[in-house]
């Protein structure tokens, strides 16, 4: 019977890329292969194929290897934790935090742990201006998802008039708040790579 209020960011993974696997920026396709198949014995070169098809030519093998571990490790647990939360009576809320660092020139994205000045309202302190950019919009999103999260631990709703419906989490539709400069819901984003990961731990 708890409510849930849970998420994940666009690019997990790319803070890890960029500050402790620096060396993975570096991957070539054999190696990108090679990589996933030990993440995902047996199916980490099927893993590759289905990523680059669903998220098009334009990422190097390195995006290829973030994004696929964005999902291993944070989004796809996440939803099936909400899942489980269901079955449990409580109503869930999923959102997908979309703002981008500058760091790095922007390759960052919406990397692992940016959303925490936004939900903090630091976002124009030393650490947020470094890591957010600050800024009007950073401030603004910053402002929304605050009224979110303190309306969420009030009532167990985190709508409120700064963004649009925010639907509850449910596996027929799994609609999701993008929590962007433009904030929206979003009906199952990634659907086309979630049945991959059924089964495998």
Known sequence: G???????????WNYFLFLVEADKQELDEA??????EQRLPGRGSEAVALYRSVLGGRLSPAGIYAAIESDRTFRIPVLR???AQLVHRGTTFMYRFGFHSPMFGGEMGACHGLETPFVF???DGEFGRAFSGGGAQAVDL???MRAAWAAFA?????NHEGLPEWRPYEPSRRETMRLAPHCELQSAPLEAVRPFWDGVQ
């Open 142 to 144: 910053s402002r929304r």
């Open 154 to 158: 009030h009532t167990g709703d985190p």
């Open 81 to 83: 934790l909400a899942e």
């Open 31 to 36: 190696t990108l292969h090679k990589v996933c």
């Open 121 to 123: 309202g630091t976002v």
């Open 2 to 12: 708890v409510d849930l209020l849970i998420g994940t960011n666009e690019d997990e």
